[in-house]
């Protein structure tokens, strides 16, 4: 997601950087190696992995995230957080109305109806539905999988 960072300015890879600006999303990025910037999220995979899945095996996923969502509204975000000293589940109550909900994007997998390929031809463009599109140059007679919205 990150390439490098130039004297304060984050270089993001391509694509992470059309899915922020396709969302429009403002970041905050935490340095490498700096424990401050990172340490109450790096706190909360490190709980998640000490009290729930250490002492747990799954069948599969979707068993996993059942009983994890089950132990997170029993134990994790039921109970005061020594980080906050407030409750996560009513925290987030409070704080849902200030969230955006995700906008339509190629990114989101939810509202796609099944993956088609397609093959770039040599300008670069590809056929769906009778109509052309314009695929990355990169991708010129190559295979590309598509998806359709269901919009």
């Known amino acids: 997601m990150v390439v490098s960072e130039n004297r304060g300015d984050i270089i993001y890879t391509k694509d992470f950087k059309q899915f ?7 970041m905050y990025v935490c340095r490498k190696s700096d424990p401050e910037s990172k340490g ?3 706190n909360v995979i ?4 000490r009290n729930f899945l250490r002492i747990r095996d799954f069948d599969n996923i979707e068993e996993a995230k059942e009983r994890l969502f089950k132990w997170l509204n029993r134990r994790a975000n039921g109970k005061i957080s020594l980080a906050t000293r407030r409750i996560p589940q009513k925290m987030f109550t409070e704080e849902k109305a200030y969230l955006r909900t ?8 939810d509202n796609l109806n099944a993956r ?3 093959k770039a031809d040599i300008t670069g463009e590809i056929s769906v539905n009778s109509c052309k599109y314009p695929v990355p140059l990169e991708y010129r007679e190559r295979e590309v999988d598509i998806y359709k919205t269901t919009e």
């Open 40 to 42: 109450k999220i790096e």
């Open 102 to 109: 995700l906008k339509n994007s190629i990114y989101r997998k």
């Open 20 to 26: 922020i600006e396709e969302m429009d999303l403002k």
């Open 116 to 118: 088609e390929r397609r």
């Open 46 to 49: 490190k709980f998640i992995k």
